[in-house]
C-alpha cells in the first residue's frame, strides 16, 4: 500500500494536525496540495478541496488509514505524539494478535490506525490460516512499558508507511468480486460484517466493512478519501491486473504509468508499478 489521499477542506489545519499528531514531516508540495510522510516516504497527500460536504458515517469510503510503525518504541511515540494533540479523538486501542493498534479520528474525522506487527512466524493459528482478534490493550500500561526518551525526540525521523487501508462498503459479496476476483487480492479473514484481504501472505493490505455502511449506495463527492493507491512489482502486474478488471466489465484508466479504476462505490483505486 501506499500514500493515501485525502481531500480536505482546511489544508492548514489537517498539514498542521499529521505533522503534529502523527510525525510527519513535508515530502512534496505543490498548489493546494502537500504529501506527508517519514523518511522521505509518503504516507498522506492532503489535497485541498473546499466546498465539500463532510461524508455520513453511514456513507461508503474510508474507515481508516493504518500507519505501521517499525516496533514498539517507535509506536509508543507516536501514540503519546496523537494523544497530546488537542484535536485528536482517541476513540480505542487493540491487540489484534497479528499488530498491536491504537485508534484516532483526525479534526475532519477521518480515521487513524497506528500499529505495529508482531513477527510473522506467529501469525497463524491452530489450524494453519491467519488468525486475527480483537482483544483488550491497555494505552498506558503500553506506554509506560515501551516508551523511550530517545524515540519520543526524534520520532519524525523513524520509519512510518502505509500498512493497510479500511473502507466501508455497501456489501462484502460485491466488495468480494471487485477486490478479490476483479483486483486480485487473496482473503486473509472473514469476521462477522467484515473481510480481509491482502497480497503476499501479509495479514490485510486492505479490510471492508458494512459495520456502519450496509446498503451504502455509489459515493457522492465529499471531503475524505481520494485514492488508494497500490504499488505492485512490476507495469507486467499493472496490466494482468487491468486486463482481470476489463474481464469483469470495469472500466479503467490507464495513462501509461498508473491504471485507475472505481470500485464498485465510486472509491478510485490507483494501481503502480514499482519499476
Do not use: C
Request: proline share 5%; aromatic share 6%; hydrophobic share 40%.
Amino acid at each position: 500500500m501506499d500514500t493515501l489521499t485525502l481531500r480536505v477542506g482546511d489544508l492548514s489545519l489537517m498539514e498542521s494536525y499529521y505533522s503534529s499528531a502523527l510525525a510527519l514531516t513535508p515530502v512534496a508540495q505543490s498548489g493546494g496540495e502537500v504529501v506527508l510522510g517519514r523518511a522521505g516516504r509518503g504516507v498522506v497527500r492532503l489535497v485541498h478541496t473546499p466546498g465539500l460536504p463532510t461524508p455520513s458515517r453511514s456513507q461508503a469510503g474510508l474507515f481508516h488509514t493504518a500507519m505501521l510503525l517499525p516496533d514498539e518504541a517507535t509506536l509508543a511515540a507516536t501514540v503519546l505524539a496523537a494523544s497530546q494533540d488537542p484535536r485528536s479523538r482517541f476513540v480505542g486501542s487493540s491487540d489484534h494478535h497479528v499488530s498491536e493498534a491504537f485508534y484516532f479520528t483526525d479534526p475532519e474525522g477521518n480515521g487513524i490506525e497506528l500499529y505495529r506487527d508482531r513477527p510473522r512466524s506467529g501469525w497463524l493459528g491452530p489450524d494453519g490460516a491467519i488468525a486475527m482478534s480483537t482483544e483488550h490493550l491497555d494505552p498506558n500500561a503500553y506506554l509506560n512499558a515501551h516508551l523511550r526518551e530517545d524515540v519520543v525526540a526524534t520520532v519524525a525521523e523513524h520509519e512510518a508507511t502505509v500498512g493497510h487501508i479500511h473502507l466501508q462498503v455497501g456489501d462484502l459479496a460485491t466488495a468480494e468480486r471487485f477486490y478479490v476476483d476483479a483486483l486480485g487480492f487473496e482473503i486473509t479473514a472473514r469476521y462477522p460484517g467484515a473481510l480481509f484481504v491482502s497480497a503476499g501472505g501479509y495479514h490485510h493490505h486492505m479490510g471492508m466493512n458494512v459495520w456502519n455502511s450496509a446498503g451504502a449506495p455509489a459515493r457522492a463527492a465529499t471531503l475524505g478519501l481520494g485514492e488508494v493507491a497500490v504499488t505492485v512489482p512490476s507495469r507486467a502486474d499493472v496490466d494482468s491486473a487491468a486486463e482481470r478488471l476489463r474481464h469483469h466489465g470495469h472500466e479503467v484508466a490507464d495513462d501509461g504509468r498508473t491504471v485507475r479504476v472505481d470500485d464498485p462505490w465510486g472509491s478510485v483505486v490507483a494501481l503502480t508499478p514499482a519499476s
